[in-house]
């Protein structure tokens, strides 16, 4: 079952990039789970066009461990661009402009740093991906797409999705089955945005709570009202662009 599925996506993939008529793939490699995996479809898809770029930015050294391994275990191309730096002067910036227009807000700081590290880490993919004419390829599972976890324009700036309909439990079977390492099968799930952030602690509710309310399941009574009320705030994530229309429609 895993192996039919994966060579399902693995044909998906081929045949986007034939679409789109592009060369091959690129995706962002983290040291998390849904990137290892995804880093392991593209090379399977695209052995000799497929890459996996590394963007530290104040980074766990743990993680830039975890994804130097899937590299290795994937086989997949790879490039680093350290993004410290850029992310520094260009935060500090525009905190200081901010800051002279007394429109600072202490309270949104750490969460607009993180959205920034995001972001610049989407428009470094795309501007390799010019070059190497690939596709971008997202990371975000079925959990993270409906509760709207990912940063708009960040890593939700993306071409195609293919882990998109898969829960993390499902993800996390196509990781053991591709060969992705076990630590990185088994570590605590974290967007790496700030230290010591996971995301269960930053969402309130877990994973596997996530993945029982898609498929129907009873939750409990808390855990529903958190994913449904960040799923509701979320949906201008999810949904085109909103637009004016003369003709009032």
Excluded at 106 to 117: F, I, P, S, V, Y
């Amino acid at each position: 079952m895993v192996k039919k599925t994966i060579e399902n996506i693995v044909q998906w993939l081929q045949q986007s990039a034939h679409e789109a008529g592009v060369n091959g793939l690129i995706v962002g490699v983290s040291g998390g789970v849904d990137s290892a995996v995804v880093a392991h479809l593209i090379q399977r898809a695209f052995p000799d066009h497929s890459l996996g770029v590394m963007m530290p930015l104040n980074s766990n050294p743990d993680d830039m461990k975890h994804a130097a391994k899937v590299i290795e275990s994937s086989g997949i191309n790879e490039l680093t661009v350290d993004l410290t730096e850029t992310h520094q002067l260009m935060y500090t910036t525009i905190c200081e402009q901010l800051k002279q227009q007394n429109a600072f807000n202490e309270n949104n700081d750490q969460l607009a740093g993180a959205n920034l590290r995001a972001r610049l880490r989407m428009s470094t993919l795309y501007t390799i991906a010019a070059h190497y004419h690939y596709l971008v390829v997202g990371t975000d599972n079925a959990a993270e797409w409906y509760t709207g976890y990912f940063t708009k324009y960040g890593d939700g700036g993306v071409d195609i999705l293919p882990l998109v309909e898969f829960t993390k439990h499902e993800v996390r079977e196509l990781g053991r089955y591709l060969g992705v390492p076990d630590e990185i099968l088994s570590k605590k799930p974290s967007a790496g945005l700030w230290e010591g952030q996971t995301d269960e602690s930053e969402m309130g509710t877990t994973y596997d709570k996530i993945d029982a309310y898609l498929k129907g399941e009873k939750i409990p009574e808390s855990d529903k009202e958190i994913i449904e009320k960040m799923h509701g705030r979320t949906a201008h994530k999810r949904d085109p662009l909103k637009q004016f229309h003369r003709s009032g429609k």
